[in-house]
């Protein structure tokens, strides 16, 4: 959260010269509101809209005219942006969209290498090809629940139809025209065709409202030839991807028509194959080809090249975006008045024939995410960077996550359904009365308990590591407070902020350790699944005591854990749907995973980054052209990542009337090592050399900024936190321990932003000015 600005201290360097000055601050995660930023309740909206805009207290709002009541001073101004993530209640349902969004992190995560292009190349198209199959496995579970488990077993069962009264006309005990299980099937498969149009209308909808953002234009590329190579979201359509997300859109929604359409037709074609009816034979035949052509199709569509960052690119492949998902539409069409047709003998039996696709999905997920690791592996070789979270595996890591929470999702779904159709009896325990979702699911679940028991250890490694961390830091506490007495409870808590916030740099490892496990459970579920043809406790059957105990146990735990996410991940759904309060909270999520376009999943949440950064870039660009005076950006946590890339957009010759002033700034501890490519070192020091001056305050105590590591004068920390140790008669009560927050309130924050004022004035780019200080703040 952001608080007021803060005034110029004592002694610091008057900010009177050089021409009017303005402080555009930015807030970070969670967001705030602009009385809270600008530390007046009478704000008012100088530019924009309810979804972001620039706010200005209302004695400002004429600061132009009136330069000598700033002399002393910068017009400050804030940038709010938390309704791009947290607005209206109809982004609760972004939940839905979790696995979507990790997996387009993954596209993000390439190691840095220049070099070798197929492999680059290659790099994007295994992303994409992971992000269709979470398409298509979200579709299927769709149509698990809505054809196999309601309409296929339920309907198509005497002693389940009998317990429900919802099946009504469609139950074989009403024994009408829809009671065929084609027209059942046909029936049933509105449910997921509905899910595919929801997707397409929520990608649609904020594709409008985000991707199609005018960036600040070409003028933004300009420098001069002597310049340093900048980093990729400096171009100018890196923060336009129109094209790119209407290709994908069309695409993955023609791919959920044809999951839909394949479920329909594998099922009838089966049938009509043991029949005797050659007509229907041939047609069903044709219809499986017309269907494994359209999804080759789509195939290749997802495979061509991805993204055009080196120009805008106002081409939107209307002729793709309109047939692709109208065929694939039609198609399901035909395959629905297929399933129709007669067939007065059909009866559904056992499973949905077909349900076999969820195992050879699960496979195709294990051999992308493998050939992905081993393709940034590659690409690490080519470029080693000490820093690089997982040595270059961070992408197929958070790949190998996405595709676990997709199953979990979709898994836990299916599970919760069948327990109920089934009365709350164990599904696929007694196949002669409901056999339930396919025993791959099932076996998916039961490996759950497993990794909690591998993570537990882990746990406490990091709990004892954490701790003697603590202790071993004690000493260097009471160093940084020398002229203190001694307190010992004191002095624990400050080393035990500074351990917690130390565990943000072990993330990569813990997660590696998840993802790891989770491919090797997952591969072990899978050959479980295709060995037994049964869910673990009927395989278990017959074997000694012990084994089928833990079979029935963790068959049961699987369930259990399964059932609860779905029922919190619901009623949190739910909770963000009603409650503002709580819609934000989920924001937060969005706020750390949302800033990079989606440039693999066009379903995923809205990129927020593509309407902030244009509207930063076009504010300064603007300003300072008007006024030919100087500004500060001031971005605290995640906005100190949309105050640099909003920089990188810049005109040369507006950056030079721009300093940056980050704190709490995630830029190096976090996107420098999960995002190497745009945020390693050579990209940071590309901008430190470009803007004119650049102060980033830090503190060993918070968990999610740091020193940006850039070299030169940048960095300035950590600063003390506490800022007094005991009371003093500045702090005559004790000094909280602020970690993440209030970085305006320590004395730093105004005397660094008077320098950087100074440094704009003087017109010296990169001007070091000595402040005769280490960085910390004295209190």
């Not at 000598?68 to 982004?91: F, H, I, M, Q």
Request: glycine share 10%.
């Amino acid at each position: 959260m952001s608080r007021a600005p803060a005034e110029a201290p004592a002694g610091a360097p008057a900010a009177d010269h050089g021409g009017p000055a303005l402080e555009l601050l930015v807030h970070g995660v969670g967001g705030t509101s602009p009385q809270e930023m600008l530390g007046d309740p009478r704000t008012v909206r100088v530019t924009g809209d309810d979804t972001a805009a620039i706010h200005r207290r209302s004695q400002d709002a004429d600061a132009e005219a009136h330069p000598e009541r700033y002399r002393d001073r910068p017009v400050p101004e804030a940038y709010v942006w938390c309704n791009l993530t947290s607005g209206n209640s109809a982004r609760a349902l972004w939940l839905l969209l979790l696995p979507f969004m990790v997996i387009n992190l993954a596209h993000w995560m390439r190691p840095p290498a220049a070099e070798p292009h197929w492999a680059i190349r290659l790099y994007g198209v295994l992303v994409r090809l992971i992000a269709l199959s979470l398409t298509v496995l979200l579709v299927a579970a769709a149509c698990e629940v809505a054809l196999d488990l309601t309409a296929w077993q339920c309907a198509g069962s005497a002693t389940c139809s009998r317990s429900w009264s919802w099946p009504g006309f469609i139950s074989v005990n009403h024994h009408g025209w829809w009671a065929q299980p084609g027209r059942r099937l046909a029936l049933a498969a509105l449910a997921p065709t509905g899910l595919t149009v929801l997707l397409w209308y929520l990608s649609n909808r904020t594709w409008s409202a985000y991707e199609s953002q005018q960036p600040l234009g070409e003028a933004s590329a300009e420098d001069s030839p002597q310049a340093p190579p900048r980093p990729a979201f400096s171009r100018p359509g890196f923060w336009y991807g129109r094209r790119l997300v209407a290709r994908l859109r069309a695409a993955h929604t023609a791919a959920g028509f044809l999951t839909t359409a394949a479920a329909v037709t594998v099922a009838a074609a089966r049938y009509d194959h043991d029949s005797t009816s050659a007509v229907r034979e041939t047609l069903g035949l044709l219809l499986e080809s017309t269907l494994l052509l359209a999804g080759l199709v789509v195939v290749g569509v997802v495979c061509r090249r991805g993204r055009t960052e080196s120009r805008l690119d106002e081409r939107l492949d209307k002729a793709l975006t309109a047939w692709l998902p109208a065929t694939s539409l039609s198609l399901l069409a035909l395959a629905l008045l297929y399933a129709s047709w007669g067939r007065p003998d059909w009866t559904s039996a056992g499973t949905l024939p077909g349900d076999r696709a969820f195992g050879f999905l699960a496979f195709a997920q294990g051999v992308l995410v493998v050939a992905l690791a081993a393709v940034a592996k590659h690409l690490r070789h080519r470029a080693p960077g000490e820093r690089t979270a997982l040595r270059g595996l961070g992408g197929p890591a958070v790949a190998m996550l996405a595709c676990a929470l997709g199953g979990v999702m979709t898994g836990g779904v299916a599970q919760r359904v069948a327990d109920w159709l089934d009365h709350g009896a164990t599904p696929g325990m007694d196949p002669s009365a409901y056999h339930g979702p396919p025993p791959l699911l099932t076996w998916q679940a039961s490996v759950i308990p497993a990794l909690f028991v591998l993570l537990v250890p882990v746990l406490l490694y990091f709990g004892v590591r954490t701790w003697r961390t603590a202790r071993a830091d004690e000493p260097r506490v009471m160093a940084d407070y020398p002229t203190e007495r001694p307190d010992t409870a004191r002095t624990r808590r400050i080393a035990a902020a500074r351990a917690m916030a130390g565990l943000t740099d072990r993330a990569p490892l813990f997660l590696g350790i998840v993802s790891g496990a989770s491919l090797l459970l997952g591969a072990a579920a899978l050959v479980g699944a295709w060995w037994a043809g049964e869910v673990p406790a009927r395989a278990a059957d017959g074997a000694p005591a012990p084994v089928g105990f833990a079979a029935d146990a963790v068959q049961s735990l699987g369930s259990w854990c399964t059932g609860l996410g779905f029922l919190l991940f619901v009623t949190w759904g739910r909770r963000a749907y009603k409650d503002a309060a709580a819609r934000r909270t989920v924001g937060i999520l969005w706020d750390v995973g949302t800033f990079w376009p989606r440039a693999a999943h066009p379903f995923a949440p809205p990129c927020y980054a593509e309407r902030a950064v244009p509207d930063l870039a076009w504010r300064m660009n603007t300003w300072t052209g008007r006024t030919g005076g100087r500004l500060v950006i001031s971005g605290h946590s995640q906005g100190s990542v949309l105050a640099a890339a909003a920089v990188w957009q810049l005109p040369a010759a507006t950056r030079r009337r721009v300093a940056l002033l980050t704190y709490g700034c995630p830029v190096e501890r976090l996107y420098g090592r999960w995002f190497p490519t745009y945020f390693g070192p050579a990209p940071l020091a590309a901008l430190h050399q470009e803007v004119h001056c650049w102060r980033n305050l830090w503190r060993a105590t918070d968990p999610i900024g740091g020193p940006v590591r850039t070299g030169g004068d940048v960095d300035k920390g950590p600063l003390l936190d506490p800022v007094a140790y005991g009371r003093t008669s500045t702090h005559p009560l004790p000094a909280p321990v602020l970690g993440h927050s209030d970085y305006q309130a320590d004395p730093a924050f105004a005397r660094e932003r008077a320098l950087l004022l100074a440094a704009l004035a003087s017109d010296v780019p990169n001007q070091r000015v000595d402040q005769g200080s280490s960085g910390r703040s004295s209190g």
